[in-house]
């Protein structure tokens, strides 16, 4: 069976939550820096806040978003447009020294028919790739696996960060 896209079955709890809960997560996430192991953020820079993808299309889905709720590139002040890019290249030095991907996809959603779960905030993807990772991933979609692995690359990538100063902004 050859599959192009990738395979994420685990979604399906994501997609069905999205109805149920009316709440920001990345909003959540800000105001609750105790709690920032628990809630998988990696990095909190001036104007940014970086997050694993707690429903990841693949290993190593990072979110990049502004810390102010805002919805489109439209409100996003250049500064906070030049964090965000400046965060998409340290997050790809962070996940190469911890995951050697061969690729990224790195992407935005605007609007729910385009795919976006979090229409409100706007957020960056950043999705490391790999030759034939559809099968990893298909071998990898119980949610419990999942979940764990999470955590532990959230330690793996900030034990990283601390060894080589990232984010260098
Ligand atoms: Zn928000």
Redesign the pocket.
């Given at each position: 069976m050859e599959h192009k896209n990738l395979w994420a079955p685990w979604r399906i709890k994501y997609i069905q939550g999205l109805s149920e809960s009316s709440e920001?997560?990345?909003?959540?996430n800000?105001e609750n820096p105790d709690d920032d192991d628990k809630n998988l953020v990696l990095w909190r820079s001036n104007l940014c806040l970086v997050v694993l993808n707690r429903f990841p299309y693949n290993n190593g889905h990072l979110l990049i978003?502004p810390a102010r709720?805002i919805p489109d590139l439209d409100q996003a002040t250049d500064e906070e447009l030049l964090e965000m890019t400046k965060l998409v290249r340290e997050s790809q030095k962070a996940l190469s020294l911890a995951m050697k991907p061969h690729g990224f996809n790195v992407g935005m959603n605007f609007g729910r028919c385009a795919g976006a779960g979090?229409p409100?905030?706007l957020h960056i993807h950043l999705v490391p790739r790999w030759d034939g990772d559809t099968n990893f991933m298909s071998v990898c979609s119980d949610t419990d696996v999942i979940s764990q692995s999470l955590t532990e690359l959230h330690e793996l990538l900030k034990k990283i960060s601390k060894e080589h100063n990232l984010p260098g902004l």
């Open positions: 920001c997560f990345i909003c959540h800000l978003a709720h979090l409100e905030h």
